[in-house]
């Protein structure tokens, strides 16, 4: 006679290793295999994005011997799965009693306990975890379609996506591996921004659009050889339509995912200026010329070309920020970029709200260089999908190399400031190879 009770599963089914064999093995005994495959958006707010699409994983998962369907969990908590399907049982390794998985496997009980469902749980093999090794996995893999694809993903995936500057591969590679984990919490940063403030910064130059792009690229490059986050490429002006096409070519193919264009135009520089020094803003036609021209250029499907709008820092008000996000993504810009130097983060909110009206998915992007009181939560809430922490690396990393400099000269040796200092035993540890 068949076994006709049902048991539930679920799994990323990102690295298939054999902890999932032996849980799948044990469900098995009782009763017909449900799997639900946690998609993307399932797992982007907890934990970082799998290596492969869901389409991928879904279909190794029903590929393997013992699974008798795999569906798909939308949700990070199980229970709405659960309610819906109402297995008899629940099966699940043990690790998840504590840590930020324990409000998951309440729950779920309550939502057993409904209708008399039962967890399992079973002891979690202790010698190999997803986690872990996604972590060696990402170590060597880096591959530019996969790393390119991530930003669309991680867009379609997650509220708000948090990019942080890398201006080199050590500053990409601390940031790639940071995490901040809670009971209630799992954050991370989702990819990096190539700044051309840091960049310029790293090489002792103005931010006037000196360094030349295979300067740039072959940074990036650099930072791709050690990470696997995705990457949005600040790409100042664009330069002339006809360099333009070229920029977004070569970044492309490189597995950039995004570059971002300022409608500005002659000598730029910093936006953070703003007026206090001679900038002009690009004619909106014109610009948004450059927005198509660059994106029937691309190579790729999942390449995104994001316009960045100044008329705040220009003081051009907010009529005309508004006139030209729309002339932009009616052009073909894949997002919008608004940009701001007020402490106060109110025109950057009244945007927001402005710009949904007509744009309710269009991709918006901050950076909250000089409105830092506010919490990322909130300009998610006020519509915007990415926000990027442009600067601050470079600002750490010169601080403290200043500071370090002074006290070396005034105290006459190095003592004094070495409790500030990373050991060189940790530094040792912490590049990947280095024995
Ligand atoms: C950069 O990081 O280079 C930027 C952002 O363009 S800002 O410096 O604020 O203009
Ligand atoms: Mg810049």
């Not at 910064?201 to 490059?221: F, Y």
Request: charged share 30%; hydrophobic share 35%.
């Amino acid at each position: 006679m068949q076994n006709k009770k049902t048991v539930y599963l679920g799994v990323s089914g990102d690295f298939i290793h054999h902890g999932i064999i032996n849980i799948i093995n044990e469900a098995q005994k009782y009763g017909t295999l449900i799997i639900g495959c946690l998609n993307d958006k399932a797992l982007a707010e907890h934990k970082r994005l799998p290596y492969l699409t869901y389409e991928k994983r879904k279909k190794i998962l029903e590929n393997i011997k013992g699974v008798d369907t795999v569906i798909e969990q939308s949700d990070w908590d199980y229970s709405v799965n659960i309610k819906k399907l109402k297995p008899d049982y629940l099966i699940h390794g043990d690790d998840w009693k504590s840590g930020p998985q324990a409000l998951v496997r309440e729950n779920s009980k309550k939502a057993l306990e409904e209708y008399g469902g039962q967890l399992i749980e079973i002891q979690y093999t202790k010698d190999v975890s997803t986690s872990s090794l996604s972590e060696d996995y990402y170590k060597n893999r880096g591959a530019p379609e996969i790393r390119k694809g991530m930003l669309r993903r991680l867009i379609k995936s997650k509220k708000t996506i948090r990019i942080i500057e890398a201006h080199s591969p050590i500053s990409a590679l601390i940031s790639e591996k940071m995490h901040y984990i809670s009971d209630k919490v799992n954050r991370q940063f989702d990819g990096f921004w190539s700044s051309s403030l840091t960049d310029s910064t790293e090489m002792g130059k103005p931010d006037i659009e000196l360094l030349d792009l295979s300067h740039r690229a072959k940074n990036i490059s650099d930072i791709f050889e050690v990470t696997s986050k995705p990457m949005i490429v600040d790409l100042d002006t664009g330069g002339l339509p006809e360099h333009f096409i070229h920029s977004v070519n070569r970044l492309d193919r490189l597995g950039v995912s995004a570059v971002i264009i300022e409608d500005k135009t002659g000598l730029k520089k910093n936006s953070l200026f703003g007026n206090e020094v001679e900038q002009t803003q690009a004619d909106m036609n014109e610009f948004a010329n450059k927005i198509k021209i660059g994106k029937n250029s691309q190579i790729s499907q999942d390449f995104m070309i994001i316009a960045r709008i100044e008329s705040l820092i220009l003081e051009k008000g907010m009529n005309d920020a508004l006139k030209r996000a729309n002339k932009y993504v009616k052009c073909g810009a894949d997002g919008i970029m608004i940009h701001s130097r007020q402490k106060n983060p109110d025109e950057i909110l009244e945007f927001g709200k402005k710009f949904r009206v007509n744009f309710p998915d269009v991709p918006l992007i901050c950076v909250p260089s000089s409105f830092n009181e506010i919490y990322s939560d909130d300009l998610s809430n006020a519509g915007f999908n990415i926000i990027i922490y442009a600067n601050q690396l470079m600002r750490a990393s010169y601080k403290a190399m200043y500071d370090t400099a002074y006290s070396i000269l005034k105290h006459n040796r190095s003592k004094e400031i070495e409790n500030k200092l990373i050991s060189i035993k940790e530094i040792l540890k912490l590049i990947p190879g280095t024995e």
